[in-house]
Every structure is written in C-alpha cells, then in structure tokens.
C-alpha cells in the first residue's frame, strides 16, 4: 500500500463548480499535512497547510481527519486557473522527511 | 529574495554518461532535498541533508547516484553511469528547520527542476 494515496483524475468540471479531493495516509505517526499545487511542467508549490481544526484560504479549505487517516481540499467557484494537478504532502512525525502523493489532476471547464 | 536555483534546466545524455545536477538552496535555509518525479512514480524523496549533513538517503535508488552538499549554498547530485530509466525530472528544495506554531516544520520551497533524458 502506497504511504500517501489519491485519485489521479482527471476531475474535470465547469467553470463556477465545486469539487473536493481527498488523500488517505497510511502512517499514523504523520504529523503535519499540506496541499501543493503544480502546473504542467512546473514545480510544485504550496497551497495550504493542513491543521487539524481545518482551514479556509478564500475559496479553498481543508480538512484533516485523523481517525480515519485522510485530508480533503474543497475548491468553491473553480475558475480555469484553478486547472493543474494538487499534490496530497504528508510529513512523518519528528523527521524533515515529506511524503507527497501522485496527485490529483483538475481540469476546470469553460 | 531568489528562489532555489538549479541547472541545468535540461540535460539530454547517452547511456552511459556522468550526469551531475546542481541545486543552490534559498539564502538561510538548512534543509535540502532532492527529489525525483516521473509520471508513474510521482514525486518521490531521494535524500534530504540538515547543515550540510546527509540525514536521509533511504530514497537514493543505487550506487549509480550520489549526492553531496560541500557548502550551505551548493549541493549536487551525481548519476554515474546513467541509464535510459533515470530520465525524470529532478527537483530540489530547501526549507528552514523551524517547527510552526501549529507544531509541524515548515514548508519547502522547490527550485524549477532538471529534465533528464538519457538516451
């Protein structure tokens, strides 16, 4: 079992749409959880760090759950420059060490 | 402030080859990873040094790949000999090795990466 799993997509939705990942863990001593965005041969790049109360950054919001071990991100009101792939990042408890996801392609919709 | 740097941006080899990439990490930060990704393994964590320490190379595939980073400004990471299956892009990042106030360490920060093909 892979330590970080999600649903490559593609999600393909219309412009306006709501969509949410999710992203399971396998290793419970994961402490710390973000989300990156990365564009077509791009790097990755922070989206939102993921706590355990869940946050909100405009139209994104996360949410950790950790008795069943998965974190989601909501997009509300896609826009097209919201289309790239989101990258599940899970970090092990008292190490640098980041376990990223194969992640998530989003295509939003004209 | 600039941003990671890494060069070349693209390298096309043959088989065979030394291939060294070079990453310089964000002024200040003391964590350094080098990361491999293709499409059907994703990103994946080669090694990872703290003060210019080596602290984790679980990820370093064989012997073919060695990384180093003399300096707090310069780590680089070496294929030899390269082979067809090493064609990935490569990507380097660094972090600061703080802990933030909701307790995890901070984020990295990833250079624009390297495109490997070897021929």
Redesign the interface.
């Known amino acids: 079992r892979k330590e970080v799993e999600q649903d490559p997509g593609p999600f393909n939705v219309p412009e306006g749409a709501t969509v949410a990942f999710n992203c399971t863990y396998s290793n419970s001593a994961s402490?710390?959880f973000?989300w990156y965005r990365q564009d077509c041969r791009?790097?990755?790049?922070?989206l939102m760090?993921v706590?355990s109360s869940g946050n909100e950054d405009g139209r994104f919001t996360a949410q950790l759950n950790r008795a069943s071990q998965y974190i989601s991100l909501l997009i509300r009101d896609s826009k097209l420059s919201d289309s790239a792939t989101y990258?599940c990042v899970v970090?092990l408890s008292g190490?640098?060490?980041?376990?990223?996801?194969?992640?998530t392609r989003l295509k939003v919709l004209a | 402030d600039a941003g990671v740097i890494q060069s070349p941006r693209h390298e096309v080899t043959e088989m065979g080859q030394e291939v060294t990439l070079r990453c310089k990490p964000i002024s200040g930060h003391d964590y350094l990873f080098w990361y491999r990704q293709t499409m059907m393994r994703g990103l994946e964590l080669l090694i990872y040094f703290n003060n210019n320490v080596p602290i984790d190379d679980s990820g370093m595939p064989e012997d073919r790949f060695s990384a180093k980073m003399p300096n707090a400004s310069f780590s680089t990471l070496k294929i030899q000999p390269s082979e067809p299956r090493d064609s990935a892009v490569y990507f380097c990042a660094s972090s600061r090795g703080r802990v933030t106030a909701k307790g995890g360490p901070e984020t990295q920060y990833f250079g624009p990466g390297t495109r490997l093909l070897v021929l």
């Open positions: 402490q710390s973000f791009k790097e990755p790049k922070l760090s706590y990258l970090n190490t640098y060490k980041y376990i990223f996801g194969t992640g």
